[in-house]
């Protein structure tokens, strides 16, 4: 079974628990996640079947929409609410227009530090058991988009906002140079992913109403196909002998078609339908590379 799933997983829950239940329920063996959420987190998770595990990291690429809880005053370990606390200031005096000038440097193109307790590497070692450990290391920084940060709500000492960011963005990093900037210390206080690429938190499935439609026996109503998270690149039908070349990973030519060269990467697809692969151009060659082939 190919496709994907929009999951709104709850509060608690990590992603793997997700992952594994899809496992249990459906009997299909290749299932991954597109995208980490931490169990205090909630929201979007897309949960690929079958073939679309493969296209885990076009998901990974696209951009996510955030609703943060940052509460002001507290700083922890972590970055958020789960961790020790390190420091405690006040943040009774800090006004709007304060958050709203701090607000400015997080936009666009930023650096930002991962947390200790994060899936990073560091000597082949993910650093939250490290910071398991009590050992902590010093992080290089990464690059990170933030395309938008608009504050939705002000309530001392909670400031709410919506965060429309790139991949590898940390939204508990975020929090945590926040309360640097104003001088108070910040922490994440609840978080939930609304969007992750096409997929929309209005449109997602509980894992309540997941595990009763597979008891129905209807379970697939609930797949996205597999193409619908590529819809933004072009599309390109071709005939049985490009697409045995696509099958066989060669190089093709498609100076014949309508691709107006848009984008690095189409699609394409055989006359009856089938999705055969991801190209992508190859501009030394000036041909298209078969990057994923599919059955």
Same mark, same amino acid.
């Given at each position: 079974?190919?496709?994907?799933?929009?999951?709104?997983?709850?509060?608690?829950?990590?992603?793997?628990?997700?992952?594994?239940?899809?496992?249990?329920?459906?009997?299909?063996?290749?299932?991954?996640?597109?995208?980490?959420?931490?169990?205090?987190?909630?929201?979007?998770?897309?949960?690929?079947?079958?073939?679309?595990?493969?296209?885990?990291?076009?998901?990974?690429?696209?951009?996510?929409?955030?609703?943060?809880?940052?509460?002001?005053?507290?700083?922890?370990?972590?970055?958020?609410?789960? #961790?020790? =606390? !390190? @420091?405690?200031?006040?943040?009774?005096?800090?006004?709007l227009? $304060?958050? +709203?000038t701090a607000?400015?440097?997080?936009? #666009?193109? =930023? !650096? @930002?530090?991962?947390?200790?307790?994060?899936?990073?590497?560091? $000597?082949? +070692?993910?650093?939250?058991?490290?910071?398991?450990?009590? =050992?902590?290391?010093?992080?290089?920084?990464?690059?990170?988009?933030?395309?938008s940060?608009?504050?939705?709500?002000w309530?001392?000492?909670?400031?709410?906002?919506?965060?429309?960011?790139?991949?590898?963005?940390?939204?508990?990093?975020?929090?945590n140079?926040?309360?640097?900037?104003?001088?108070?210390?910040?922490?994440?206080?609840?978080l939930?992913?609304?969007?992750?690429?096409?997929?929309e938190?209005?449109?997602?499935?509980?894992?309540?109403?997941?595990?009763?439609?597979?008891?129905?026996?209807?379970?697939?109503?609930?797949?996205?196909?597999?193409?619908?998270?590529?819809?933004?690149?072009?599309?390109?039908?071709?005939?049985?002998?490009?697409?045995?070349?696509?099958?066989?990973?060669?190089?093709?030519?498609?100076?014949?078609?309508?691709?107006?060269?848009?984008?690095?990467?189409?699609?394409?697809?055989?006359?009856?339908?089938?999705?055969?692969?991801?190209?992508?151009?190859?501009?030394?060659?000036?041909?298209?590379?078969?990057?994923?082939?599919?059955?």
């Amino acid at each position: 079974m190919d496709g994907i799933l929009n999951f709104n997983k709850p509060l608690g829950k990590t992603s793997f628990n997700i992952v594994a239940m899809v496992k249990r329920l459906t009997g299909e063996k290749h299932v991954g996640h597109a995208g980490t959420l931490d169990p205090m987190a909630q929201g979007v998770l897309p949960v690929c079947l079958g073939q679309a595990t493969r296209l885990v990291e076009y998901l990974m690429d696209a951009n996510k929409t955030y609703l943060a809880e940052i509460e002001l005053g507290v700083s922890t370990d972590s970055y958020d609410r789960e #961790g020790e =606390i !390190t @420091q405690r200031g006040d943040a009774s005096g800090i006004t709007l227009e $304060q958050i +709203k000038t701090a607000l400015n440097a997080f936009r #666009g193109v =930023i !650096t @930002q530090i991962p947390p200790m307790y994060s899936a990073v590497k560091h $000597q082949g +070692k993910p650093l939250y058991e490290l910071a398991r450990a009590g =050992i902590n290391v010093e992080r290089k920084s990464r690059i990170a988009k933030i395309y938008s940060l608009e504050i939705k709500e002000w309530q001392y000492p909670v400031l709410t906002v919506e965060v429309v960011c790139g991949k590898g963005t940390y939204i508990r990093s975020l929090a945590n140079d926040l309360g640097q900037a104003l001088g108070c210390g910040a922490s994440l206080k609840n978080l939930e992913r609304s969007r992750c690429g096409i997929f929309e938190i209005g449109d997602t499935v509980t894992p309540e109403r997941f595990e009763d439609a597979c008891r129905g026996g209807y379970w697939e109503s609930y797949l996205y196909p597999m193409d619908s998270i590529l819809s933004h690149w072009e599309t390109v039908i071709v005939g049985e002998e490009k697409a045995q070349a696509i099958r066989n990973g060669v190089l093709i030519n498609l100076e014949d078609s309508a691709l107006k060269l848009e984008n690095d990467y189409c699609r394409a697809y055989s006359w009856d339908g089938n999705l055969l692969g991801i190209l992508h151009f190859n501009t030394e060659k000036k041909q298209w590379q078969p990057e994923k082939v599919f059955n």
